[in-house]
Every structure is written in C-alpha cells, then in structure tokens.
C-alpha cells in the first residue's frame, strides 16, 4: 500500500519546509485503527502547524490534518471492524500525532467516530472541525431556550467556515441572522447563505466606554473574540446566550458584568477537540440529520493534496472564505 502524505520538515536553520511524500503505512497497536482517508478538511490550526507554531505543533517531521473520514482499513478494537465507516476530529490529531493530509491515517480508538447514516464523507469533512464547532455552538443556543421567536442572532467572523456554516444552520432552522465581516464584497454571498442583515466589522469593531448598548440580540455565536465579542455582549437582550469559541480578533476579552447581572446573559466556551466523544457524537448525528444544511457546495473549495501549501498561506493571509476540503483517494 502507498502512503502519499503532506509532510512539514523542519530544516537546520529552523525553517519549515512541506513535500508531499511516500511514506510508510503506519504500524497500529492495542486499541488503534489504521483508517483508509477519503476525506480530509482545513482548518486554521493546521496552517498553523505547517508553519511550526509551537503552540499546536512541536514534533516534525509532522502530517498536518485534525480531521479526517474514510474506512477502517486494520482494527486492533473490539468497537471497530474492517470497513467501518469513521471520523476524527480534534483531540491530538494533526497536532503532535500524525494527522489526516495522508492516504493511512492510525488513530486510538477513543477517538473515533462511527460516521452517522445520511451524510457522505465528502459532507462531513466539508463540516469538519468547523461545522462541528458551529453544531456545538447552535446546541448551547438551543439548549439554553432560545427559539427563533425568540430574536435576532447575531455571527461573527461571518465569512469564515464555523460562521459560514453556523449562518446556515441557523437560517434552516428559521432564526434571523446578523452577521458580523470585514469582507464588503462578500456581503452578497452571507445573504445567500441566509443572512437578513451583515454590519461591516469597522462599524462594529469600535470602543465604546458604556457599559451596556441597547438591547438586540437574543444570541450571539462568536467566532472571534477581542473587542467585537465585548460589544456584543453588550447588546444581547435579558436573558440572552453568548457562545465564544475564537480568537483571532484577540485572546482578550474587556468587558464588565452588568450583562450578566442586569440582564441574565450567559457567555459559554466552546471546546470542540477535547469534549466528550459522546457529546461530539450527538452534534454529528444532527449535522447529519436536523442541522443538515443545502448550500454546502456554496462553502466548499475542494483541493487535493498537492494544493496544501498555497491553501495554507491563503488561510494564514485571512484570505479564505468558507471552507477547504481535501479529497484524499476516491470514496467509498
């Protein structure tokens, strides 16, 4: 069997430089599985890992790709047989272990997933970590009693893929959705996608010393973090939700309680890469199911592995809009 893998090396001099390679199958042991990748996705982390960040990779050489689908190919657990359909996502994958950019991917079995009935390989990958995490989001909302009687939604970070997919997700299930993006010209793709609304990131993205606004939003799904989650927790309505699961605003939230005290809002984190697999199993199956979205083909820019390299510096650049999906060898 030949293992094509998109490879990070890391020179003398300290630099990263990625090849694709043939490498050899890995081995698996007690409790692992080797899974025969069909899909993969891209996800900012892994264009972080392609560069050496420290903070999410330190062993090179090194496969970038936290997540992947495809089938059992060698099952060393009682829960996996040959052939099963799987995923991955989150947990080390792609981080410090091996990732998905490769034809043979070896996985502990605590981190697989049995891929759900009604949704394709493509499809799930074309969520991936991203459409994981704004499933994860959209529970919390749900779950926290909000309806689409309830208000207005505000997403931010509204072009990029847990945006894109959370707007769609929320329009399907009938919420009105305000959006949140620097990208002016894409104004026209979020309402596509569903948008009733989009406010320019400038407009939005400003100091503002009161410690309240006005109220608005019944919810928010952030994606960004910084200031523009600051404000929008000022402008959420009593007893309102806030989700947060990004930073690339910044890691720094300035804000003060009087909308928690006052008005009842709660601020939940999102983790989608240590939560329980129980949990990521239950967002899954709804992806597949309730959450399952028509305008995928919308968010998708299919590339294959040879296309990584320049992928990565788009979504490094902030140049991306919507999703990447890798195809890995034909399907299943």
């Known amino acids: 069997m030949i293992n094509n893998a998109f490879v990070v090396n890391k020179t003398q001099e300290g630099k990263f430089v990625s090849t694709i390679e043939q490498t050899c199958v890995p081995d698996i042991e007690e409790n692992e599985l080797l899974i025969k990748a069909t899909y993969s996705s891209l996800n900012f982390k892994d264009a972080l890992s392609s560069i050496g960040n420290p903070g999410v990779t330190r062993k090179f050489p090194h496969i970038t790709g936290i997540d992947v689908a495809g089938t059992v190919q060698e099952s060393n657990s009682p829960d996996f047989v040959k052939g099963d ?30 891929k759900p009935s009604n949704i394709t390989d493509r499809e799930i990958m074309t969520y991936g970590t991203a459409g994981l995490t704004a499933g994860l989001s959209i529970n919390e909302l749900l779950n926290n009693g909000l309806t689409p009687e309830s208000g207005e939604i ?77 404000e929008a927790l000022k402008a959420i ?12 605003s910044s890691f720094e939230l300035n804000t003060n309680v009087f909308p928690f005290i006052l008005r009842g809002v709660r601020l939940i ?64």
């Open 85 to 114: 359909e799987v995923l991955v996502t989150g947990y080390d994958m792609g981080m410090n272990s091996d990732g998905g950019h490769q034809s043979f991917v070896r996985a502990p079995a605590s981190w697989v997933i049995k």
């Open 237 to 248: 309505k009593y007893d309102g939700v806030a989700t947060c699961c990004g930073l690339n």
């Open 269 to 332: 984190g999102i983790d989608s890469v240590e939560c329980k697999i129980e949990k990521k199993l239950a967002v899954w199956n709804k992806l597949a199911n309730e959450f399952k979205i028509t305008t995928l083909d919308n968010l998708t820019n299919e590339i294959k592995l040879e296309n990584l390299a320049e992928a990565y510096k788009e979504l490094l650049d902030g140049r991306v809009v919507g999703r990447y999906l890798v195809k890995i060898t034909k399907d299943n």
């Open 154 to 230: 505000l997403v931010t970070g509204a072009t990029g893929g847990v945006g894109s997919i959370a707007i769609s997700i929320l329009s399907k299930l009938g919420f009105d959705v305000v959006a949140i993006s620097g990208k002016e010209d894409k104004i026209a793709f979020l309402k596509e996608l569903g948008v009733k609304e989009v406010i320019l990131r400038k407009d939005f993205d400003v100091e503002n010393k009161k410690p309240m606004g006005k109220e608005r939003f019944a919810g928010v799904v952030d994606t960004v973090g910084g200031n523009i989650l600051a």
